[in-house]
């Protein structure tokens, strides 16, 4: 599976299924869809409500790269659960770090 992240002007931009209301904060790997679109798979504890749901997901994955969590931010799919997470930085640097997130910790 990849094309589930690519490197964007100023950072990468990854997709991500993201479930609220989880009983646990994790990033479970990749899943691909019905259309073949595959995206990064994550839960959130908070609930989908005042993007609660979305600002969590930005800390899990700030904690997860160990990166400052200013620095991730959901740029697409507010209302949805498909969305689109920008990290910003240096695009290179960027995507050797994004390919991690699909690996199990």
Not at 47 to 52: A, F, H, Q
């Amino acid at each position: 599976m990849s094309n589930w992240f690519k490197t964007a002007d100023g950072g990468v931009d990854v997709a991500v299924r993201l479930t609220p209301s989880a009983a646990s904060d994790a990033i479970d790997g990749l899943v691909e869809d019905a259309a073949g679109t595959v995206r990064l798979k994550a839960r959130v504890r908070a609930v989908p409500e005042k993007s609660k749901a979305n600002r969590a997901l930005e800390v899990l994955i700030a904690k997860r790269l160990r990166l400052p969590k200013s620095t991730i931010r959901v740029i697409s799919g507010e209302t949805s659960r498909n969305k689109i997470v920008r990290i910003s930085g240096d695009p290179k640097d960027l995507a050797e770090v994004a390919a991690t997130l699909a690996d199990k910790p």
